[in-house]
């Protein structure tokens, strides 16, 4: 069964301070990983994917097969940074998402 | 452009009624999901319709709902009887044929009282 943790509910960072999202998965095959955005108001959106190796509004994520994790990183938190974030996760061939529970950022200006 | 498009944006209803949400994908969007979030835990997949079959239905949760998108446009979700257990929000989304890529709607927020 595939599962992804997000262990974090809440996350409090202050502006300039680096800022860490955990995500942790379990799958028995090659996965693909996602992180999704909903910014206050708006639309769930996706933010980036491992496959592409993109950094996106200065964040990045570094699939780590031997710890089966997938943390998403900016060096330098903005205001704009505070949302709710979604690890998520697809099995190859197979574009069903499994989505994590979710950690809402906020940054303190 | 325009986006997912879900109807309503909310609903409230009572234990026993019937409700049906409804799902406009990005036009040429083949690939249409509906999602589920339950008040404090994870969004879970509920189906996948490609065009107007549906791919994978694994995420119903049981018979009560029926999922429909008939000439593969829009697509309708609907609950009867609801249950309080329902409550939530239905998120919709669409992706082209062969893309990773899911564009989401805003949502309808389900109340079941």
């Known amino acids: 069964a595939q599962r992804v943790t997000q262990p974090e509910k809440l996350l409090s960072v202050f502006k300039g301070a680096p800022v860490e999202l955990k995500c942790n998965y379990s799958?028995?095959?090659?996965?693909?990983l996602f992180w999704y955005v909903q910014y206050s108001r708006q639309r769930l959106q996706l933010l980036l994917r491992h496959i592409s190796r993109e950094s996106i509004k200065g964040f990045t994520a570094d699939l780590n097969k031997g710890e089966t994790s997938f943390h998403l990183k900016k060096p330098f938190a903005q205001e704009e940074d505070s949302a709710m974030y979604y690890c998520a996760l697809s099995g190859f061939g197979n574009e069903k998402l499994t989505f994590g529970t979710g950690t809402r950022l906020t940054i303190i200006p | 452009e325009a986006g997912v498009t879900q109807f309503p944006s909310h609903s409230v209803i009572e234990k026993g009624q019937t409700v049906t949400l409804r799902c406009d994908p990005i036009s040429g969007h083949d690939n249409l999901y509906w999602y589920r979030r339950v008040m404090g835990k994870e969004i879970k997949f509920l189906l996948h319709?490609?065009?107007?079959?549906?791919?994978?239905e694994s995420g119903m949760p049981n018979n009560r709902f029926l999922a429909e998108r008939t000439g593969g446009t829009y697509s309708t979700l609907k609950v009867q009887p609801a249950e309080l257990e329902d409550s939530g929000v239905y998120f919709c989304a669409s992706s082209l044929p062969g893309s990773e890529k899911l564009f989401f709607g805003s949502g309808t927020q389900l109340s079941v009282l």
């Open positions: 799958y028995s095959g090659s996965p693909e």
């Open positions: 319709f490609v065009k107007e079959s549906k791919q994978d």
